[in-house]
T-cell receptor, first 116, second 109 residues
Framework: NAGVTQTPKFQVLKTGQSMTLQCAQDMNHNSMYWYRQDPGMGLRLIYYSASEGTTDKGEVPNGYNVSRLNKREFSLRLESAAPSQTSVYFCASSEGGARFGRNGYTFGSGTRLTVV | LAKTTQPISMDSYEGQEVNITCSHN???????ITWYQQFPSQGPRFIIQ???TKVTNEVASLFIPADRKSSTLSLPRVSLSDTAVYYCLVGAQDDKIIFGKGTRLHILP
């Protein structure tokens, strides 16, 4: 099925370790996004990429870096993980533009990250 | 980006129609209104989007008054499986949208 694929689904890190969360979409969408969601909270935007080759900060970018590798892939990197980064991370994509596409955002199933 | 206000939580019973209203007083002329549904341990799922008047699809209806300062998501004849968090989003700026805390809808048997 077409959609957004995130890997891994679960990850446990020790404080100070680094890792990269992978995201790929096969809908030929222009825009891609990384959100985090903490228990009982809404989603907070970390970084986004309006088109291939561009990235911009969202609400909570500190401690993260991103790479828009090509139109399909958008990765999120934690260089030195901290317990405060324990969260569920969602990748999303959209056609982009002023209307976010006629079908809005398509989200992946999430990566549950625990930093101990 | 237009700020949205929606109830934190709502309860309803199976078979009833549920209406969730969202206020967005400073909506801009080119903003669209979009609603998402999120089940536990899943990413949000697009439900419906509209600009004005009424939009209906196989899942829900969206009612938007002429002044566009609010919108109402209507879920007909809900079932237990409609228990989820519902997010109202408004905007079109910079190709990014900010999610609030949404409305936790709890359907009772």
């Amino acid at each position: 099925n077409a959609g957004v694929t995130q890997t891994p689904k679960f990850q446990v890190l020790k404080t100070g370790q680094s890792m990269t969360l992978q995201c790929a979409q096969d809908m030929n969408h222009n825009s891609m996004y990384w959100y985090r969601q903490d228990p009982g909270m809404g989603l907070r935007l970390i970084y986004y990429s309006a088109s291939e080759g561009t990235t911009d900060k969202g609400e909570v970018p500190n401690g993260y870096n991103v790479s828009r590798l090509n139109k399909r892939e958008f990765s999120l990197r934690l260089e030195s993980a901290a317990p405060s980064q324990t969260s569920v991370y969602f990748c999303a994509s959209s056609e982009g533009g002023a209307r976010f596409g006629r079908n809005g955002y398509t989200f992946g199933s999430g990566t549950r990250l625990t930093v101990v | 980006l237009a700020k949205t206000t929606q109830p934190i939580s709502m309860d309803s019973y199976e078979g009833q129609e549920v209406n969730i209203t969202c206020s967005h007083n400073n909506i801009a002329t080119n903003d669209y209104i979009t609603w998402y549904q999120q089940f536990p341990s899943q990413g949000p799922r697009f439900i419906i989007q509209g600009y004005k008047t009424k939009v209906t699809n196989e899942v829900a209806s969206l009612f938007i008054p002429a002044d566009r300062k609010s919108s109402t998501l209507s879920l007909p004849r809900v079932s237990l499986s409609d228990t989820a968090v519902y997010y109202c989003l408004v905007g079109a700026q910079d190709d990014k949208i900010i999610f609030g805390k949404g409305t936790r809808l709890h359907i009772l048997p």
